[in-house]
């Protein structure tokens, strides 16, 4: 099969690999009915984290299901399926209080920019459709194996709460959907900060009241405004640069939750700040599979759009050119079609 | 009247100062029935806080109103009041959203190691009993001037639950209060850290159903066994340092929050560790006022106890020897009779 690959910072291919095979009797093939590239596909893109060469990269998909191994029992070939980039056999102590991301029997998913992927835990892992999907929908129920459950954890992880002012820092797929899961949640001010204008249509698009186009201190100078000078009652953070988690806890008030969700890049927790303001922090990996039937359920009954954040589709053969496009920001997400 | 006052590390001296006087309609002036040497006052004392030589120090105190400035209606001489360590108006936006401990007319009391106090915003932030107290209650009233509610807090911070599994890192009076609070949330384990056995009995009496000696990763690997090796749902950081935060997250079960309320000192959370495990952190100067009617009320009827953490009783002339014994760790908390 084909399978994009990663063999030096900016170096993508599109290589010919085996397919992939069950090995174990949890396993699950998928044939890819879409995949696309992840911001965090762009660390290593940047060579800010380490690559082994030739490597498969790629980990969010949908697709049909192809095979399963003997201890699936949930899902059959020809079955249309959500594929969480990190599995969980979602019985385990972790995954029961709802921490599927830290599950005993955890793994990731391979081959999403690909043609076939390779599920590990799929019976704990997937969650199907009922029969197969309008095409209209594919593109929001493939935010379901990362992107919106992501942005729903940070939310979450924020504690937003009906009424409240949310901050959402970042305004990559993942912040949008920060936006997107504030607004479903009942915040009654969403502010979006963002700079680049197809960015702040999305966020509008999704419920955002308020757009913050400045940074550091104009940008809170901005919030405390909005909020009449006492701060956000949760921010969601969306990036993992230390400059965005210093905006995230400066546009907090006291008492306030910073959600995080970015993987933490050269981040120095404000400890000082934290314990002086009462603003706390929590969030990580998101346990996807925990919000998959809530998600899964908004996004049929067509109560959200998640899909939105893609604003480019490509073919597969030409996943280099999107990530360019991602890294260039001229593109949010990419969509990659085998 | 006479009060402490700090000249330099390990300078502790008893001085006649003038009295207090109302300066302003908010104040009020307290005579004090008992006092307290409060964790946080060693960090002066020992050196590792600036020390302005010759200024007064204390901050928890209970006593009689001598005299409320104009704009105190709710109070009157003859009053007896519980004195929070830091005060509020409990009107503006913070104190309404419950983080009274960052109020935007905040101040701190004045004068607790002494004859008499000095409380700023004292309509907002005293509350009283009806009628005077039995002698036997004023520890247990004592205790609600700061590490009651700070106690309190970390476990609200932390998230505790009925049910859940919580460990508490530090057997000061502070963390004693966390294990009684986390026993009154109805937590079903409740894990003292401790390696002093007059701790070790009083967090028994406060309820703590397992006592864990060792530290670092003997302490861990005994957390485990007691948690079947997942972790504790919520774990109360009460020190303050690096070692009892790390400590802290290693406790952790994924998921789970950490409360902290132990002013840091050289404390560098550890961030990744954080993402990567879904744990999060909550706390800090505790919004004291917040909490006084309801722990007031569980103090009064008798319900919790928590003046048993006082297991000394000085004049206030032996006021300098508290400092000692306390730093000696040969006393827990000191309360003082002027």
């Given at each position: 099969m084909r399978v994009t690959t990663i063999?030096?910072?900016?170096?993508?291919r599109l290589e010919d690999r085996p397919d992939p095979v069950i090995?174990?009797?949890?396993d699950a093939v998928i044939k890819i009915t879409a995949g696309c590239i992840c911001g965090s596909d762009l660390w290593p893109y940047r060579g800010e984290n380490p690559i082994t060469a030739g490597s498969t990269i790629g980990h969010e998909m949908v697709g049909v299901i192809e095979e399963v191994g003997?201890?699936?029992?949930?899902f059959k070939a020809g079955d249309f399926v959500v594929v969480p980039f990190c599995t969980c056999d979602n019985t385990c102590p972790h995954c029961v209080n709802g921490a599927q991301s830290a599950c005993e029997n955890s793994g990731f998913t391979t081959?999403?920019?690909?043609e076939f992927g390779l599920v590990q835990q799929a019976e704990g892992s997937l969650i199907k459709t009922d029969g197969l999907p309008d095409a209209a929908l594919i593109p929001s129920l493939l935010t379901l194996a990362d992107v919106f459950p992501t942005g729903w954890h940070c939310a979450v992880s924020a504690r937003v709460k009906p009424g409240d002012t949310v901050v959402v820092v970042g305004d990559g797929a993942v912040g949008l959907c920060g936006v997107l899961a504030a607004v479903q949640m009942g915040a009654e001010k969403v502010v979006a900060m963002s700079r680049h204008e197809p960015r702040q249509q999305i966020a509008t698009a999704f419920g955002a009241t308020h757009i913050v186009a400045e940074r550091g201190a104009e940008g809170v100078k901005r919030i405390k405004e909005i909020t009449g000078g006492v701060g956000a009652d949760a921010v969601l953070?969306?990036?993992?640069?230390d400059d965005s988690m210093r905006m995230a806890f400066s546009a907090a008030r006291p008492g306030a939750m910073v959600g995080f969700v970015g993987v933490p890049h050269g981040v120095k927790l404000p400890v000082d700040r934290m314990f002086a303001k009462n603003v706390g922090l929590a969030g990580g990996v998101a346990p996807v599979r925990r919000y998959l039937p809530e998600l899964l359920e908004m996004v049929t009954s067509g109560t959200?759009?998640?899909?939105?954040?893609?604003?480019s589709v490509l073919p597969l053969s030409e996943v280099a050119e999107g990530y360019r496009a991602m890294d260039e920001r001229r593109s949010i997400k990419v969509l990659l079609q085998p």
């Open positions: 063999h030096a910072a900016r170096d993508i090995s174990a009797p949890t003997s201890g699936v029992s949930s081959g999403g920019q690909g953070e969306c990036v993992g640069t959200v759009n998640p899909g939105l954040v893609f604003d």
